[in-house]
């Protein structure tokens, strides 16, 4: 079984903002690095933003530079994403993983939650 939850996607216009959630069960969570990816409509699995297990150190996509922060609060075991100046393209469904930039794509992945931009 999975460790992971995410929660807080939803439907939003151009411009809009969300904060995504992600809930890890377990122990250990201090000392992971934490990854969120996404998946478009019709499209493979894309890097988003990545952070360290202390959450001093913070990697993020080109295209979600400036618009997205990743954070992190290691007492609720909880990653977050924050979504603002939300783009048609940023559609698809968001994933929280362990690992970091380097190794999320070969480590555990939620089940998702589907972020909607339309006008």
């Known amino acids: 079984e999975v460790p992971l939850t995410e929660s807080g996607g939803g439907s939003v216009q151009p411009g809009g903002s969300l904060r995504l959630s992600c809930v890890m069960r377990?122990?250990?969570?201090?000392?992971?690095?934490m990854s969120w990816v996404r998946q478009a409509p019709g499209k493979g699995v894309e890097w988003v933003a990545s952070?360290?297990?202390?959450?001093?150190?913070?990697r993020y996509a080109q295209s979600v530079e400036g618009r997205f922060t990743i954070s992190r609060h290691n007492t609720k075991n909880t990653v977050y994403l924050d979504l603002t100046n939300l783009k048609l393209e940023d559609t698809g469904v968001y994933y929280c993983?362990?690992?970091?930039?380097?190794?999320?794509?070969?480590?555990?992945r939620g089940q998702g939650t589907q972020v909607t931009v339309s006008s």
């Open positions: 377990g122990f250990n969570f201090d000392s992971l690095f």
């Open positions: 993983a362990q690992g970091g930039y380097h190794t999320w794509a070969d480590s555990p």
């Open positions: 952070i360290s297990s202390s959450g001093d150190n913070r």
